[in-house]
């Protein structure tokens, strides 16, 4: 009975649940900013406003980045208890790494160029998306993925 299995000792970090459950909320978060990006690429096509997606992605991604942010951080204080070091290079923080970057580049690109450059907004939104999906399915797919502290199967 696999219920009934306890869990490997890294999983049985006080840092786990937390890790977790902030990294989904601000997949959440990223996710609906991607999908309203999407639709503010279309608007944007139709010569339609814009000005209130792009609050909206704004705002999204605002959150969203913080709990990202949150996520790195808790994922770093697991990995110290578990295996000894905050950051290894492991595929899996290396692309979460690469997905904050991602944010990161809106966040500037937003803060340079406000509503200016709409269309550049969405565009990078969908962009850091595209490193989010990789960074959380692409991963495993990854010849390294076989190394990863990040594979619990067993």
């Given at each position: 009975?696999?219920?009934?299995?306890?869990?490997?000792?890294?999983?049985?970090?006080?840092?786990f649940?937390?890790?977790?459950?902030?990294?989904?909320?601000?997949?959440?978060?990223?996710?609906?900013?991607?999908?309203?990006?999407?639709?503010?690429?279309?608007?944007?096509?139709?010569?339609?406003?814009?000005?209130?997606?792009?609050?909206?992605?704004?705002?999204?991604?605002?959150?969203?980045?913080?709990?990202?942010?949150?996520?790195?951080?808790?994922?770093?204080?697991?990995?110290?208890?578990?295996?000894?070091?905050?950051?290894?290079?492991?595929?899996?923080?290396?692309?979460?790494?690469?997905?904050?970057?991602?944010?990161?580049?809106?966040?500037?690109?937003?803060?340079?160029h406000?509503?200016?450059?709409?269309?550049?907004?969405?565009?990078?939104?969908?962009?850091?998306?595209?490193?989010?999906?990789?960074?959380?399915?692409?991963?495993?797919?990854?010849?390294?993925?076989?190394?990863?502290v990040?594979?619990y199967?067993?």
């Open positions: 009975d696999t219920m009934n299995k306890a869990l490997m000792p890294a999983l049985q970090s006080v840092w649940i937390p890790h977790v459950i902030v990294y989904i909320f601000a997949y959440a978060m990223l996710g609906m900013a991607s999908l309203t990006a999407f639709y503010g690429i279309y608007r944007y096509k139709k010569g339609q406003e814009t000005s209130s997606i792009f609050a909206v992605i704004d705002q999204l991604i605002k959150v969203g980045y913080v709990f990202l942010t949150f996520g790195l951080l808790f994922g770093a204080l697991w990995a110290k208890e578990a295996w000894g070091h905050y950051w290894t290079w492991d595929p899996k923080e290396t692309w979460a790494f690469i997905t904050w970057l991602g944010y990161l580049v809106y966040l500037h690109h937003k803060y340079n406000n509503e200016r450059k709409p269309l550049q907004s969405f565009v990078i939104v969908g962009i850091a998306f595209i490193l989010l999906l990789v960074c959380w399915f692409g991963v495993n797919y990854l010849p390294t993925a076989q190394m990863s990040h594979t199967s067993g």
